[in-house]
């Protein structure tokens, strides 16, 4: 249970001291820093980012979507996308551990008979149901990293799902971060304006779920379906077989 802890510990403290780090307006604040790291360390920033990543995904900190935005509008759409597929699959993968360790077995074998026959019914097909979950994009990402660990997925199928599921959604938000000079003249335009009218609530905001649009959300749902179309035709020919 030390790690769990620890987790727990190290999420609160990230949430009250680094949670609003990651957004615009700070991104705005130290832009020239950062492109002249970016510039002149490429590798180390990349690296860098990727540690970044690992730390917010790993505490459940909120702003991962925004984070790979910024990798985009940072890096480009290709460099963006794999150092933020690779930060989210590593982070994930040392919250999945942790849980299945401290909370996964225990929780199982209190649980009763009936947990334990889902639990197995989810094993069975994990690939599957984890590649559904990570790419529609209604499930909060921690969550699905802690609904595996809870039902004691192996580790391959977990990583495998993790990095083809997350990679559609991971091209979407890098691609819009290229767009992300655009947004941030917009913002300053209008957090300057709502200065000049001595407005009470003026900050720099950008959501990354405008990114996701209709066209957008519902093919990630259709690839999620496709995903569990071998649990479809397996219960399919399972119902079959009983039949005859």
Known sequence: ???????????????????????????????????????????????????????????????????????????????????????????ATIIFLIARTALGEPLLRRAGPRATQIAKGFRQDAFSYLLFLRLVPVFPFFLVNLVP???????????????????????????????LDSVITAQKNSYHECIAAKGVDCHMAFDPAEALTPQLIAALVALGLLALMPVVLKYWRARSRTAA
């Open 149 to 179: 660990a809870l039902a004691g997925v192996r580790l391959g199928p977990f990583l495998g799902a993790t990095v083809l599921g997350i990679i559609p959604g991971a091209v979407v938000f890098a691609l819009a971060g290229t767009g």
């Open 1 to 91: 249970m030390l790690p769990l802890a620890a987790i727990i510990i190290f999420a609160v403290v990230a949430y009250f001291t680094i949670g609003d780090g990651i957004s615009l307006e700070s991104l705005v604040r130290h832009r020239a820093t950062i492109d002249s790291f970016v510039t002149e360390h490429r590798l180390l920033a990349v690296l860098a980012y990727i540690g970044i990543y690992v730390v917010a995904v790993a505490l459940s900190v909120p702003g991962a979507a925004f984070l790979t935005v910024a990798g985009g509008f940072l890096f480009g759409i290709a460099t963006g996308t794999s150092a933020a597929v690779i930060g989210a699959t590593v982070g």
